[in-house]
C-alpha cells in the first residue's frame, strides 16, 4: 500500500523558517519523482518543487526558488522541503505527491498518489 505522509506544517513568523517532511512508504524514491504542491484558500493546487528519481535533479518555481530548498533521504525514503525567509503568501496547505517523473511537475492531474497534507500559516 502506498503512502505519502506529511508532516511539520504550524505558525511560523515571517523571515523565519520551517522544514516539511513527506514519508513515503509503498514506492521507492528511486523510482518514483516527489513533487511538492500547496493550496491556498480558494486557490488552486499549485505546484512548485520536485525532485527526480533517477538522478535527484530538482526544479523550482520561481516564486519559491532561493527561499525553499527541496532535497530527499533514500535510506529514509523521506523527501524534505526546507522553507526559509517565508512570506505571509506562503500560507496554504502543503502536499506531497508522487509522480514519475519531474516533467509537467507543476500539473497535479500526473501524479498518481498524495499524501493528507500539512497547514503552514505564516503570520506575525
Known amino acids: 500500500q502506498v503512502r505519502l505522509v506529511e508532516s511539520g506544517g504550524g505558525l511560523v513568523q515571517p523571515g523565519n523558517s520551517l522544514r516539511l517532511s513527506c514519508v513515503v512508504t509503498?514506492?521507492?524514491?528511486?523510482?518514483?519523482?516527489i513533487g511538492w504542491f500547496r493550496q491556498a484558500p480558494g486557490k488552486e493546487r499549485e505546484g512548485f518543487s520536485c525532485?527526480?528519481?533517477?538522478?535527484?535533479?530538482?526544479y523550482y518555481k520561481d516564486s519559491v526558488k532561493g527561499r525553499f530548498t527541496i532535497s530527499r533521504d533514500i535510506v529514509e525514503n523521506t523527501v524534505y522541503l526546507q522553507m526559509n525567509n517565508v512570506k505571509v503568501d506562503d500560507t496554504a496547505v502543503y502536499y506531497c505527491?508522487?509522480?514519475?517523473?519531474?516533467?509537467?511537475?507543476?500539473?497535479?492531474?500526473?501524479?498518481?498518489?498524495w499524501g493528507q497534507g500539512t497547514q503552514v500559516t505564516v503570520s506575525s
Open positions: 505527491g508522487a509522480n514519475y517523473g519531474c516533467g509537467s511537475y507543476t500539473r497535479a492531474n500526473k501524479y498518481d498518489y
Open positions: 509503498g514506492l521507492s524514491l528511486e523510482r518514483y519523482a
Open positions: 525532485i527526480s528519481s533517477t538522478d535527484g535533479r530538482t
